[in-house]
């Protein structure tokens, strides 16, 4: 059974960081894309971060690039996203999703597994 469990969301002020992880089980961590994703209320999921199996090269959506980092140790089977200069516009739920085939690490009906999400809220 495979299981992504988030963590590391929270309120924080704009201009902050926040780190969030992605715990995997149940899956041959090492040879799936992860991504990063997220919605806030109102909005479509959209594409946030993706790395892939090797742990590179990643791939970042326009709003987030220079302020984020994804990351990934394939020996604790986890990734991390580094969020810094946050924005109130980055306050969503956060997911990491797994992708065996990683053909369109920003595309989220690629994914094939999906966290419950974490709660990032962004004040101003």
């Known amino acids: 059974q495979v299981k992504l469990v988030e963590s590391g969301g929270g309120l924080v002020q704009a201009g902050g960081s926040l780190s969030l992880s992605c715990a995997a089980s149940?899956?041959?961590?090492?040879?799936?894309?992860m991504g990063w994703f997220r919605q806030a209320p109102g909005k479509e999921r959209e594409f946030v971060a993706a790395?892939?199996?090797?742990?590179?090269?990643?791939h970042y959506a326009d709003s987030v690039k220079g302020r984020f980092t994804i990351s990934r140790d394939n020996a604790k089977n986890a990734i991390y996203l580094q969020m810094n200069n946050l924005k109130p516009e980055d306050t969503a739920v956060y997911y990491c999703?797994?992708?065996?085939?990683?053909?369109?690490?920003?595309?989220?009906?690629?994914?094939?597994?999906w966290g419950q999400g974490t709660q990032v809220t962004v004040s101003s």
């Open positions: 149940g899956l041959t961590f090492s040879s799936y894309t």
């Open positions: 999703a797994a992708d065996f085939i990683g053909s369109r690490p920003d595309s989220p009906q690629k994914y094939d597994y």
């Open positions: 790395i892939r199996w090797g742990g590179g090269p990643t």
